[in-house]
């Protein structure tokens, strides 16, 4: 791909689209095919905004520039790394968020809930609380405190490396007093506390998936996919934990892609509401309190006062 100044930004984003091509790369990392990702690859490398329209895609380039972004578009075929990876940017629900390897790239069909506020079971309006479990770089309870403005959101995940990545964006979205990034194992570090909505885009990746993936998403920490043999090790346990941190009229969202099937085998007493998007994918299921409820899945109170989980699987 050598350089020649002069080349027109068109050109220069269609031969890079074919070197991609050529390469055999996977897309899934905030664009789904080679065109898609070499526009906001070529974009950023010179330096124009990636998220608006661009105006002129005649513009005659400096030399620099298209050493520039054949440079990244290398980059993106040697290292295998996603396009979000070598940007340091994604976008969710309409928000830019800083992304690295120390966090997934965000890519989850829950963001079309979020940008209409859950309106479907929610008043937007009467959302105090929300948790997001499972945060990653904070992008879904980012953008829950803009879909919710009255709402407190806590943001808790395993990993302190994905920690420190949310803590940039809630700083960058100045929500330091409204989203709170806590460390620990799922409902651990919220310890009697009860939220509105639930949200939760957990590892679900099964071991044969797992082994399976393009290198692309090898590139992303293990610990936000991995999630056992069946994929439903994170899951099973947000379901039989959740309602003693649902508020009675709340409502849990988790994500599970390819492991939906098993999640409904191993739990058939719960009705799952799958939903679908307008992106086409899958895999989303919204439950209420009053559901987990009815299937057995209630937080009674303990002798000490406190609620514990309760689920058909455990002993009562």
């Known amino acids: ?14 031969r890079s689209a074919a070197r991609l091509d050529r390469a ?22 010179i330096g124009l905004p990636v998220e608006e329209p661009v105006a002129d895609y005649a513009l ?11 440079a990244l578009i290398e980059r993106r075929v040697g290292e295998r790394r996603p396009a979000a990876y070598l940007t ?20 989850s069909p829950i963001a079309e809930l979020i940008v209409d506020g859950f309106s479907a079971w929610l008043d ?17 309870a980012i953008a829950c405190a803009h879909a919710f403005p009255a709402a407190r959101v806590d943001a808790v995940d395993l990993s302190p490396a994905a920690l420190e990545v949310a803590r940039i964006n809630i700083q960058r979205y100045a929500l330091d007093g409204r989203v709170s990034a806590l460390q620990g194992d799922l409902f651990a570090p919220v310890a ?15 071991a044969a998936d797992l082994a399976a993936m393009p290198a692309e998403y090898r590139r992303e920490p293990q610990l936000g996919l991995a999630a056992g043999d069946d994929g439903l090790e994170i899951a099973a346990r947000i379901l039989r934990e959740a309602r003693a941190h649902l508020a009675d009229d709340g409502i849990l969202c988790v994500e599970v892609g390819n492991s939906a099937a098993a999640l409904e085998a191993r739990f058939p007493e719960l009705p799952f509401l799958w939903l679908e998007f307008a992106s086409g994918d899958g895999g989303v299921f919204v439950l209420s309190a009053a559901e ?8 009674p109170a303990r002798a000490d006062g406190f609620p514990r989980p309760n689920h058909p699987e455990e002993p009562r």
Do not use: K
């Not at 055999?24 to 490398?45: I, K, P, R, S």
């Open 192 to 206: 009697g506390r009860r939220y509105r909505l639930i949200v939760s885009n957990p590892p679900y990746v099964d």
């Open 124 to 140: 937007p309006a009467g959302v105090d609380a929300v948790l997001d479990l499972c945060t990653g770089g904070g992008c879904i």
């Open 88 to 107: 340091g940017s994604a976008w969710f629900a309409g928000l830019e968020f800083f992304v690295d390897e120390r966090c997934l790239v965000p890519r």
């Open 60 to 70: 005659a380039l400096t030399a620099d520039e298209i050493a520039a972004a054949e």
């Open 1 to 14: 791909m050598p350089a020649s100044a002069g080349e027109s930004l068109e050109s220069l984003i269609q």
């Open 24 to 45: 055999g790369l996977h897309f899934g990392h905030g664009t789904d095919n080679a065109l898609d990702e070499a526009h906001w690859l070529v974009l950023h490398a």
């Open 292 to 299: 987990l409820d009815a299937a057995g899945f209630a937080a």
